[in-house]
Structure formats: C-alpha cells, structure tokens
C-alpha cells in the first residue's frame, strides 16, 4: 500500500512558477514510479508527467514539455514537479499518483495510487 500527500499548489501570476510536492508513505519509496495528472473544470483527467527512476525513464505531456520537470528526493520520499512559465491553461487540481514497477505510462490506468490532490490556479 501506498499513501500520497501533495501539497505546494496555490495562486501564482502567468509566468510565473510553482513546485508540488509528493510525500510518498508505504512501501520502498525506489520501487514505485510516480507522475502527475491534473483536471480542469468541466474537462477529463489528463496526464502531465510520470517517472520510471529504476528504468531511467521520464515522460511528459506535449503541453509541459520543456516547462514541467518531474523529480524525486529519496531521502525525504518524495517526488516533485517543478512548474515554470505556467500559463492561464495550467489552471487544474494535480494529482500525484503511483504504481509499483517501471512505468512512465501516460495511460490513469497504470497507476493504482492517487492522492487527493492540489489546485493551482493562474489567472488569465
């Protein structure tokens, strides 16, 4: 079993950055992968980044490439997702997940752990 908190989200200007954070709890924190998906009002779940450590593998979503960067802490057992340039369209609740294994799956359905999530918002 696997227990997410995130926490780090909030109001922050277009243009400007935030960074989440994922406090992961349960079991070994280096055998799980982990990523990020985020719901706008009225718009499906979409996925926004994920990270395999153990399989060296990281994916993101065309939308936040180049802007979004996922990491971990191992020794605070943590993943983050560093936000910069956040643009109006970034506005979401983000949700932290995790599965065990080797997977950077864009796909909600490969990962049996979410939290509850965080909101961010940026204004137009």
């Known amino acids: 079993q696997v227990q997410l908190v995130e926490s780090g989200g909030g109001l922050v200007q277009a243009g400007g950055s935030l960074r989440l954070s994922c406090a992961a709890s349960?079991?070994?924190?280096?055998?799980?992968?982990m990523g990020w998906f985020r719901q706008a009002p009225g718009k499906e779940r979409e996925f926004v980044a994920a990270a395999s450590w153990t399989a060296g593998i990281t994916t993101y979503a065309d939308s936040v490439k180049g802007r979004f960067t996922i990491s971990r802490d191992n020794a605070k057992n943590t993943a983050s997702l560093q936000m910069n340039s956040l643009k109006p369209e970034d506005t979401a609740v983000y949700y932290c997940v995790a599965a065990y294994g080797s997977t950077a799956s864009g796909d909600r359905r490969a990962y049996n752990y979410w939290g509850q999530g965080t909101q961010v918002t940026v204004p137009s």
């Open positions: 349960g079991r070994t924190f280096s055998s799980i992968s």
